[in-house]
């Protein structure tokens, strides 16, 4: 069974702290992504890699920055938390290649007070 | 820029009721469209489409594509209580595996 794990799943963090998310895959992929969820906005992608040391940015990376150092590791970054941030955060790991199929972490729920 | 757009975003039903999740989108390069089932928890993976008119189905589950009108529908008979979650719909239209996500269906089902 492909696993993604993430650090936490709660966190509580005050306005302006660095903040630090960790996601690991245990499938060999050579995606990972960055999502945060809303009510009624879905799933809107932060960032992505697509090998180590790669990334892109998603649709809404302002206020994000990510690390890729390991293939198995996606770390996301808030370098100073805002309240606007607060929100759940998921995961996903894909391979390369013509399936599309994400594999989606446990989610974190980051409050920002 | 790429959209799915979901409809409704939320329905209430009772138990045995059958429903039908609509996802319309824009995509450039269409390559794939996904649906999944997102309880407390990690979304977990139902369908992945490709070809227009081809039914998938599991269980009670089925689920259709109209590459022409640029649509998918998603279908639950029967339906029960565990079948309450959000249903996501995602389309694949870049390289890198990326996936363009509608705003999802809030399903809740009444015993």
């Known amino acids: 069974d492909v696993k993604v794990t993430q650090s936490s799943r709660y966190l509580v963090k005050r306005t302006g702290e660095k903040v630090f998310l960790e996601c690991v895959q245990d499938?060999?992929?050579?995606?990972m992504f960055w999502y945060r969820q809303d009510p009624g906005l879905g799933l809107r992608l932060i960032y992505f890699?697509?090998?180590?040391?790669?990334?892109e940015k998603g649709d809404i990376p302002e206020g994000y920055s990510v690390s890729r150092e390991k293939k198995e590791r996606f770390s996301l970054i808030l370098e100073s938390a805002s309240t606007n941030q607060t929100s759940m955060y998921l995961c996903?790991?894909?391979?390369?290649?013509?399936?599309?199929?994400?594999?989606f972490g446990p989610g974190t729920r980051l409050t920002v007070t | 820029e790429d959209k799915v757009v979901q409809s409704p975003l939320s329905l209430v039903v009772h138990e045995g009721d059958t429903v039908t999740l609509n996802c319309s989108y824009e995509?450039?390069?269409?390559?794939?469209l996904l649906w999944y089932k997102q309880e407390k928890k990690a979304p977990t993976f139902l369908f992945m489409l490709t070809s227009s008119g081809i039914e998938k189905k599991s269980g009670r589950l089925s689920s259709i594509l109209d590459k022409k009108e640029l649509f998918s529908i998603l279908n639950i008979t029967a339906t029960q209580t565990g079948d309450s979650a959000i249903y996501l719909c995602a389309v694949g239209g870049t390289s890198y595996g990326k996936l363009t996500f509608g705003q999802g269906t809030i399903l809740t089902v009444h015993p």
């Open positions: 995509v450039t390069n269409f390559r794939s």
């Open positions: 499938m060999d992929h050579e995606n």
């Open positions: 890699s697509y090998d180590v040391k790669m990334k």
């Open positions: 996903a790991s894909s391979f390369s290649g013509p399936s599309y199929e994400q594999y």
